[in-house]
């Protein structure tokens, strides 16, 4: 695969108290799947900007400092998207109640027996179990 058919993305797994916001995707790659709210890096954005932008005009909340928790290869081209290079950042929620924008159908704050049971984007689940089992350390 060629790395210029690479598409950057990010997405934040914001915690707040034992619960980790989750939107529902509104447009594909991984439409109806529950996620943490992210999207794609402008050309003029750094990977954290975009974050912040992108969770920003997902959710409407703020969080506090940003770390990174993993990179993930999406391949959606059988969606008819593209190859996305997905950052995960994690952090602590610091203002505001979710709102859902842009692409998300939905967001809302989910305790982990919620989360179980809905239908998630590869990786989620186990991103939630470490953040909320303290294998993360979020500042704040």
Do not use: C, W
């Not at 409407?60 to 959606?76: F, H, N, Q």
């Not at 593209?82 to 709102?99: D, K």
């Amino acid at each position: 695969m060629n790395e210029a058919n690479i598409v950057p993305a990010v997405s934040v797994a914001v915690l707040r108290d034992r619960a980790i916001m989750l939107v529902r995707r509104g447009r594909a790659p991984s439409k109806g799947l529950y996620a943490f709210p992210g999207g794609r890096v402008e050309a003029d954005e750094t990977l954290e900007d975009a974050a912040r932008r992108e969770l920003m005009e997902e959710t409407g909340i703020e969080v506090g400092a940003l770390v990174p928790l993993r990179e993930i290869l999406i391949d959606s081209r059988d969606e008819g998207a593209s190859v996305y290079r997905l950052t995960v950042f994690g952090a602590r929620h610091s203002g505001g109640e979710p709102v859902s924008g842009d692409d998300a159908d939905e967001a809302a704050f989910h305790h982990l027996e919620e989360i179980e049971r809905l239908p998630l984007t590869d990786s989620t689940l186990e991103i939630v179990l470490e953040l909320l089992d303290g294998q993360v350390n979020l500042p704040g």
